[in-house]
């Protein structure tokens, strides 16, 4: 990583530490910080130091082996009942090595019914993907699953 | 306003009831440019240009949002649940970071 961008991404990932408290992260909103952001920078960004946990509640589902990274199809389903009382708040999709680790953020209601979500991505080589999930008491959960990359989607 | 672009919701399954949850898709045709590609004919890098907020809406009222960066795919997709409570418009909007601001609507039909 080049220094510029790394000071960039480290200022963007403080400022958001800083200023983010939990009722911040209570409110429907995206976290914000720098477009470009590492995969921890980004983290921290969206858990404001939390404690995440790997879970078999979410199952993540991309390809093994994509041979255009320019197009990974990637599909998250979180098991949850979907009540006011207890629903998945937020879905980040992740990448560790692009240049920008963030792909989607997806704030999610009870009104979705199920906590679902699925895009397309892009990864510049091979690399996990990491899906980030919210629930409504603040826990943050995890899914990781690696990538074989052919060609890579970014230049 | 820049002129409309492609886009396309669709229901999934396309018959269900009330009380059913279906799967909402939004396809759009946008180029996603990243900001680090270099164009082949002037050497000049081209400036990003990416889908940066969606919205999707059952009758005005927002069920979904999402923060949407650069390293989603050329000609996005997005796919999400909607537990169908009755009768509705849902409409997706979306912005980039350009400021171009587009909407796509279609109407909720439950039989039964």
Redesign the interface.
Known sequence: MKRRNFIKSFCAASAVAATMTPSALLA?E?PKGG?LLSYDAAVSAITGGKAVTDSAKVSLTVPEIAENG???PVKVNIESP?TDADHVKAIHVL?TK???A????????P????????????LNGTQDVVALVEMSDGSFLRAAKPVKVTIG??? | MAEARKSMIKFKPKKFKVGDTIKVDFIVIHPMETGTKKDKKSGKIKPAHFIDNITFSLDGKPFTTMKVWETVSTNPYFSVNLKVPGKGKITVDYTDNTGEKNSKSKKLKPKG
């Open positions: 429907k995206a477009n320019a197009v990974v979907m990448s692009n240049g920008n963030r792909c989607a953020d997806v704030m999610l209601t009104l979705n019914g199920k906590g679902y979500f699925a895009t397309r991505i892009k989607g970014c230049g």
